[in-house]
């Protein structure tokens, strides 16, 4: 008895000790790094607060988080907008769904590296959507978003929306079809349209769909790195930075490992804002 006690735990604790040491290790080892005046290399003289000091005082960073921001609103907002409907589009038992469904799905089994190269085609404007309607005749269309520094975050925005909004339908459809076709049929014996069938009944019962499909888009927002860094690479100039991408320039490309790691303690700040609340509410639910 004693063995079929402990066998569990024997087999779960490596993997336990290993994800302890390399996420939560490394993790407060990044933390320390922000409180070190580590640069090329790590040094791990303690400094305090002054490479966050630093970091807010860098103009690049500032406009890194307002284009996270407008990233993240963008991005979560359209995704599961487009998600939600193509969802419910898909729950009325229309003809060829499995392949429909295929198709909006296929998008996500694709890197985002894959994504960003290919908008990074559609949208040049020598070669992509303007080169062609020019080609077609519209010699006055323009499109030139990707090389505007004002306009490039919508680029990212765009390119993201298209892979993950698939992921989220699938997401909801799976949440649409749990949910009891009894209630369904007997709000439409009462005579409720099906618009008021959704808004009234329906996705009520997506809470908790709902909420899982936030947490996870909000962290596919905050890490965005390969997208961008395909896409824009950051630019132009660093009009399209994300704290990813910050990072990533400071701790490996200028030789500043305390500012890239303050970043990036930021970063996790913003996720433990988002995910902690929302941990809080489930447990406390349960409880």
């Not at 949208?123 to 959507?129: T, V």
Request: charged letters at 15%; a positive charge; hydrophobic letters at 55%.
């Amino acid at each position: 008895m004693q063995q079929h006690a402990w066998l569990p735990k024997l087999v779960v604790a490596p993997s336990f000790v290993l994800g302890l040491a390399f996420v939560y290790g490394l993790m407060a080892w990044n933390g320390y790094l922000s409180v070190s005046a580590s640069r090329l290399l790590p040094n791990y003289e303690f400094v305090g607060l002054e490479q966050y000091a630093r970091l807010w005082e860098s103009e690049r960073f500032r406009v890194a988080l307002a284009n996270m921001a407008v990233f993240g609103t963008l991005f979560i907002g359209g995704a599961m907008a487009i998600g939600l409907l193509l969802a419910v589009l898909l729950d009325q038992k229309i003809r060829a769904e499995g392949m429909l469904r295929t198709i909006y799905l296929y998008p996500m089994a694709l890197s985002f590296i894959v994504t960003g190269t290919a908008w990074k085609w559609i949208l040049n404007p020598g070669l992509g959507l303007e080169n062609v309607m020019r080609q077609w005749g519209w010699d006055s269309f323009t499109f030139d978003w990707l090389v505007n520094p004002d306009k490039a975050i919508y680029c990212i925005v765009i390119a993201g929306v298209w892979q993950s909004a698939g992921f989220v339908m699938a997401l909801f459809l799976a949440g649409l079809r749990g949910v009891d076709d009894s209630i369904i049929k007997a709000a439409q014996v009462d005579g409720a349209s099906l618009p008021r069938i959704y808004w009234r009944i329906v996705l009520p019962a997506l809470r908790p769909v709902v909420f899982s499909t936030l947490m996870i888009v909000s962290h596919l927002a905050i890490k965005s790195f390969d997208l961008v860094m395909a896409l824009t690479a950051g630019g132009p100039g660093f009009a399209t930075d994300l704290p990813a991408t910050f990072m990533y320039a400071m701790a490996f490309s200028r030789g500043q490992i305390g500012q890239g790691a303050a970043a990036a303690t930021v970063m996790l700040a913003i996720i433990a804002a988002i995910v902690v609340p929302y941990l809080y509410s489930e447990l406390r639910v349960k409880k």
